[in-house]
């Protein structure tokens, strides 16, 4: 009688656990199901510190000395076996505006893909990397003067294609952009409402060895420069610009001794023809140079040389340079003291030292190797 109580007590609980485990992977099954079309969400945020003596526009006002420069909002998913979109917001005291959104299609005749949407151009490496994430407070000072704040971005269409070889890995990127609003101290100046900016790129990727590796990069970009009022013909031409640039980056880290050891040193030079008038033109170069060691688990210094000349008059050259000390608690957020100085022909200095915070949320996607 006491085995057979204990038979049914235990077929009871065998069933009851059954049933359990049956539901709980039904309902596992299901949040996966729900899951499955949400895209993933990630915020970068961005907060600044910053003191010193630095020179102003005539209708600019003096930044406040602690900021919340930008909170990097990304929403990142395939769309099905052939595509993925990718979309990355910029909330900012003043709002929240797009700076990129683009769908892009991996498998196209050709081993081609294509990129449709808002992004940012092929033109060089650090132009890719949104400015949350960069290890600078700023940005160098040739992309500041040729491309802005923002870098070189608009709405169109990319093509690029990996050339198949036995060697090393090639790429070839084509662009056709709209053209950025109209500025003198930018490479390139929207003129008409069918003007674009066509850039192009050759990349070269090359593993030196097991813990050394290099990329090699040319670049160019072809656009309108802005207008120039005619008086004998009553019409305004457009007038154009060209930019040309070579980048290299090499990294060195070794996976198997040194594991919170690495180097990366990335260098970017660049040049310009920018029509003055219909008669004339001007050329201009400016270039960047980064260093970094990461000589701790958490710990990495750095440095940055810049120099630069106006590509509205090459005349005015600025040059100085950037020192870091970054900490990272861990992956998702750094902390990093930072400390510039720029000269200039016209006898001015700029002193600045910054407090740079970032710290990630969610899986934020990896940008361009």
């Known amino acids: 009688m006491r085995r057979t109580i204990i038979y049914s007590l235990s077929a009871v609980l065998l069933f009851l656990g059954r049933g359990a485990r049956a539901q709980a992977q039904a309902s596992g099954s299901a949040l996966q199901a729900s899951n499955i079309f949400n895209p993933n969400i990630s915020v970068i945020g961005w907060f600044q510190g910053e003191a010193g003596r630095g020179t102003l526009a005539e209708d600019e006002q003096a930044p406040s000395a602690f900021q919340f420069k930008e909170a990097e909002i990304a929403f990142q998913s395939v769309v099905d076996p052939y595509a993925r979109a990718d979309f990355f917001m910029a909330a900012e005291d003043e709002g929240m505006e797009l700076e990129e959104g683009y769908l892009t299609w991996f498998s196209l005749p050709g081993d081609l893909s294509l990129k449709v949407g808002k992004f940012k151009g092929s033109f060089g490496k650090f132009n890719l990397v949104h400015r949350p994430e960069t290890a600078f407070a700023d940005r160098p000072l040739v992309h500041e003067k040729y491309f802005g704040e923002e870098g070189l971005a608009g709405a169109g269409a990319s093509l690029s294609w990996h050339v198949p070889n036995p060697w090393l890995l090639v790429s070839l990127d084509g662009d056709a952009?709209?053209?950025?609003?109209?500025?003198?101290?930018l490479a390139f100046g929207k003129a008409k409402r069918r003007d674009f900016l066509y850039v192009g790129r050759l990349g070269v990727y090359h593993d030196l060895t097991e813990a050394a590796n290099v990329s090699l990069?040319?670049?160019?970009?072809?656009?309108?420069?802005?207008?120039?009022?005619?008086?004998?013909?009553?019409?305004?031409?457009?007038?154009?610009?060209?930019?040309?640039?070579?980048?290299?980056?090499f990294r060195w880290k070794n996976p198997r001794r040194a594991t919170y050891r690495s180097i990366l040193w990335q260098t970017e030079i660049l040049w310009n023809n920018r029509d003055q008038s219909a008669d004339s033109e001007i050329t201009s170069m400016g270039l960047f140079s980064h260093f970094e060691y990461q000589f701790a688990r958490r710990w990495r210094a750095g440095g940055r040389y810049d120099w630069s000349q106006s590509p509205a008059d090459n005349e005015k050259r600025e040059f100085g340079g950037l020192f870091y000390l970054t900490f990272s608690p861990s992956e998702f957020s750094r902390i990093s003291l930072q400390g510039k100085q720029v000269k200039r022909t016209d006898g001015t200095t700029e002193r600045l030292g910054f407090f740079k915070l970032t710290f990630s949320i969610g899986p934020h996607g990896t940008h361009p190797f």
């Open 177 to 185: 952009l709209t053209m950025p609003e109209a500025s003198e101290a």
């Open 217 to 249: 990069g040319a670049d160019y970009a072809h656009g309108a420069a802005g207008q120039e009022f005619n008086d004998v013909t009553l019409t305004s031409p457009t007038l154009k610009s060209q930019a040309y640039g070579l980048d290299m980056t």
